[in-house]
Antibody, heavy 122, light 109 residues
Framework: QVQLQESGPGLVKPSETLSLTCTVS??????????WYWIRQPAGKGLEWIGR???????DYNPSLKSRVTISGDTSKSQFTLILSSVTAADTAVYYC??????????????WGLGTLVTVFS | QSVLTQPPSVSAAPGQKVTISCSGS????????VSWYQQLPTTAPKLLIY???KRPSGIPDRFSGSKSGTSATLDITGLQTGDEADYYC??????????FGGGTKLTVL
């Protein structure tokens, strides 16, 4: 059973850079045909896709966040990382990492981390 | 404003059936499979339906999904109080990437 766990600072100051890590256990980020996702959810609001990392190393980003986002993987530790620069209060949210798998052609998010709250606060 | 449109809330009595709609366009639902996620209070989302109408192992057949054109539907029959949650549809958009509905809050009266 795959498990994902987010980690990182709970408080970040405006204009600084947020860095979160997702540790994957029970599986590897380099095997299989999977995408590894970052998704966030502001309090009381819906889900927003941030970006994803493919097993082979390619990435896709939300166009609205693309200029500030980098997602990368550390295969030796089975971790992948989210870096979000120049944060503002609008980036305050619960951040989830998740795995996407496919059965036919379309990927779906089959395993999620518990989420970690990040507050942008001066 | 979410790319996929869901009703903000639905409600029904225990044992009844409820339907949650998800409306999109040809750039998302019209050309991609839809997934549905259940988010119980204070927990992470959980996969409920994938590829429009398939259930992962462990999801009861009270939950079913369907799609027609640019709209998808989640049906829940035999409602239980434990079904009270937020429900999200999701799919891939050719321009925007992964997109979700705004979420529907289900209340079991």
């Amino acid at each position: 059973q795959v498990q994902l766990q987010e980690s990182g600072p709970g408080l970040v100051k405006p204009s600084e850079t947020l860095s979160l890590t997702c540790t994957v256990s029970g599986g590897s980020i380099t095997t299989g045909s999977h995408y590894w996702y970052w998704i966030r959810q502001p309090a009381g609001k819906g889900l927003e896709w941030i970006g994803r990392l493919y097993t082979g190393g390619t990435t896709d980003y939300n166009p609205s966040l693309k200029s500030r986002v980098t997602i990368s993987g550390d295969t030796s530790k089975s971790q992948f990382t989210l870096i979000l620069s120049s944060v503002t209060a609008a980036d305050t949210a619960v951040y989830y990492c998740a795995r996407a798998s496919k059965e036919v052609t379309r990927y779906f998010l089959d395993f999620w981390g518990l989420g970690t709250l990040v507050t942008v606060f001066s | 404003q979410s790319v996929l449109t869901q009703p903000p809330s639905v409600s029904a009595a225990p044992g009844q059936k409820v339907t949650i709609s998800c409306s999109g366009s040809s750039s998302n639902i019209g050309n991609n499979y839809v997934s549905w996620y259940q988010q119980l209070p204070t927990t992470a989302p959980k996969l409920l339906i994938y590829d429009d109408n398939k259930r992962p192992s462990g999801i009861p057949d009270r939950f079913s999904g369907s799609k027609s054109g640019t709209s998808a539907t989640l049906d829940i029959t035999g409602l239980q109080t434990g079904d009270e949650a937020d429900y999200y549809c999701g799919t891939w958009d050719t321009r925007l990437g992964e997109v979700f509905g705004g979420g529907t809050k289900l209340t079991v009266l």
